[in-house]
């Protein structure tokens, strides 16, 4: 999938106030109610123990709806994302005294090596994990050892849970989509991902990698996951 044109396209595909619609944060089409929102920005926070001396990179992230609400609580924050559509609406919509946007694609994260606000505290890849097999995964991961501070965190957020497959494809409808995707040589998620996977190529990288689950009250509960990955 050309994931540039797809988010591109889904900019024009939504109205300029349908923020939740454009990145995806919906439930059946409709945007996830506040409560939800809210409860994954707390969930985000405490992974991350986010600090008011951080500095924050969210990769991949879309047009900043949550980055931006991220920022208040950290010193700086960078959102970079692939699609020049998401970020000018992260710019117009999302921004911040403390946040910088700017296009890149998340394997040229090593680019950021010099940038003033280098080296990242935290990491955050909230709902892009799919999109990267293990290849591109350990491309990302590669660049992101090269740009975090000693002791660093990052939250591999919104995981599709291999193990949990079934949960997702649980009506006839999307049984049917993920048929159509998988005869086309594709999967309507991307990358399912097994646990032990992400763990092994983590530690192979010289991360620690443990795991946690969604809030319960999001449907997406029944099917993600959440990785946090630690710098020694």
């Given amino acids: 999938m050309d994931l540039k044109a797809y988010y591109d396209a889904r900019v024009a595909q939504f109205g300029p106030e349908q923020h939740l619609e454009q990145v995806g944060h919906t439930v059946n089409g409709a945007p996830i109610p506040r409560a939800h929102l809210d409860a994954l920005l707390a969930q985000i926070a405490s992974l991350l123990a986010l600090g008011s001396q951080d500095s924050l990179l969210d990769l991949c ?31 117009s919509a999302h921004s911040a005294p403390n946040l910088r946007y700017f296009s890149m694609d998340a394997r040229n994260a090593a ?11 935290k990491v955050l890849l909230y709902g892009a994990w799919q999109h990267f097999d293990a290849q591109t995964g350990r491309e990302v991961l590669n660049g992101l050892a090269r740009i975090t501070a000693p002791q660093a965190r990052i939250l591999l957020g919104f995981v599709p849970d291999l193990a949990l497959k079934d949960s997702f494809l649980d009506t006839p409808a999307r049984r049917a989509a993920h048929a ?53």
């Fill in 180 to 232: 159509a995707h998988v005869a086309s040589g594709t999967d309507m998620m991307g990358t399912w991902w097994n646990r032990d996977t992400l763990r092994a190529l983590s530690e192979e990288l010289g991360f620690t990698c443990s795991f946690s689950d969604l809030p319960a009250d999001l449907d997406a509960a029944r099917y993600r996951f959440n990785a946090l990955l630690c710098r020694p």
């Fill in 61 to 91: 992230c879309g047009n900043g709806v949550l980055t931006s609400a991220l920022a208040p609580r950290v010193r700086l924050v960078c959102g970079a994302d692939l699609s020049d559509c998401m970020i000018s609406v992260a710019q």
């Fill in 111 to 121: 680019h950021l090596q010099d940038s003033a606000e280098a080296p990242f505290d």
